[in-house]
């Protein structure tokens, strides 16, 4: 592949959610790497691969009565490895009440998945302002620590 081909299939492999329905393109998008494409043809690919997983990009939520509700939404989104949506709905929680210290603490955790640590940091770091007498607050600033030397 080209310089241009790895460098867009690097980037979108990187940034890109990872799901059960995005598992075929996905495959595809890998079966690709290491042979000798167009950089067209992988950009078509990854075009696939975004309209099919979604891309990160927002979700619509359904309407919920609580912080909590979308705590618990964003949850079962975690749980099933959907980290884009789990922001979202740990995000509309903090929206619904800027105090919710777990919220923070798991949108946090999703960040981290995601490897985007500036925002995980920015979120450890709320919550530990908001509970810092939390039990977990020791592994959280080790977290920040690793995230900082980028060893994570």
Do not use: H, W
């Not at 075009?47 to 009565?65: K, N, Q, Y």
């Not at 912080?67 to 709905?89: G, N, R, V």
Request: with cysteine.
């Amino acid at each position: 592949m080209t310089l241009s081909a790895v460098l867009i299939y690097s980037l979108a492999e990187e940034n890109l959610p990872r799901s059960k329905e995005c598992s075929t393109v996905n495959m595809l998008g890998i079966s690709l790497k290491g042979t000798r494409v167009g950089p067209l043809a992988l950009v078509v690919v990854m075009a696939v691969f975004v309209v099919s997983c979604g891309g990160g990009g927002t979700i619509e939520l359904p309407e919920l009565d609580s912080a909590e509700e979308y705590f618990e939404l964003a949850e079962e989104f975690d749980s099933e490895q959907e980290y884009y949506d789990a922001i979202a709905a740990y995000s509309k929680a903090i929206e619904l009440d800027p105090d919710f210290a777990q919220a923070y603490r798991n949108r946090g955790f999703s960040y981290y998945r995601l490897r985007k640590g500036e925002e995980a940091i920015k979120d450890y770091e709320k919550f530990i302002e908001l509970d810092p007498d939390s039990p977990v607050r020791q592994s959280l600033e080790d977290a920040i620590r690793e995230i900082k030397r980028g060893d994570y």
